[in-house]
C-alpha cells in the first residue's frame, strides 16, 4: 500500500513564504516522477510543479515561475515545494501526488497516488 502525505500547510500574509513537504512511502515502482497540484473550491484540480525522478527535469505552471520551487530528495522519497512571493490568488488546498511515469508531466491522470492535500491561505 503507498502512502502520501503532505505537512507544511497554513495561514500567511501576502508577500509571505511557505514551505510544503510530500512523504511517500510503500511499493511504488520506480522510477516516478513527483509533483504538485492545487485545487480551489468549485474548481479542477491543477497542476503547479513537478520534477522527474532523476530530478534533472522540472516543470512549473506560468502563474508559479519564478516565485515556487520543487526539489526532491530521491534517498527519502520526499519532496518540497518553497513558495515565496505568496498572493492571495495562491490560496487554495494542496495536493502532492506520485507520477505513473519517469518524466515530468502536468497531466492529472498521470499521478497514480496522490495525499490529501494541505490548505493554503494567503491573506491580502
Known amino acids: 500500500q503507498v502512502q502520501v502525505e503532505e505537512s507544511g500547510g497554513g495561514l500567511v500574509q501576502t508577500g509571505g513564504s511557505l514551505i510544503l513537504s510530500c512523504a511517500a512511502s510503500?511499493?511504488?515502482?520506480?522510477?516516478?516522477?513527483m509533483g504538485w497540484f492545487r485545487q480551489a473550491p468549485g474548481t479542477e484540480r491543477k497542476f503547479v510543479a513537478g520534477?522527474?525522478?532523476?530530478?534533472?527535469?522540472?516543470k512549473y505552471v506560468n502563474s508559479v515561475e519564478g516565485r515556487f520551487t520543487i526539489s526532491r530528495d530521491g534517498a527519502v522519497n520526499t519532496v518540497r515545494l518553497h513558495m515565496n512571493s505568496l498572493k492571495p490568488e495562491d490560496t487554495s488546498v494542496y495536493f502532492c501526488?506520485?507520477?505513473?511515469?519517469?518524466?515530468?508531466?502536468?497531466?492529472?491522470?498521470?499521478?497514480?497516488?496522490w495525499g490529501q492535500g494541505t490548505q493554503v491561505t494567503v491573506s491580502s
Open positions: 501526488a506520485v507520477g505513473a511515469t519517469a518524466d515530468v508531466t502536468e497531466r492529472v491522470y498521470s499521478y497514480a497516488y
Open positions: 510503500g511499493r511504488i515502482t520506480w522510477p516516478y516522477s
Open positions: 520534477i522527474s525522478w532523476d530530478v534533472n527535469s522540472v
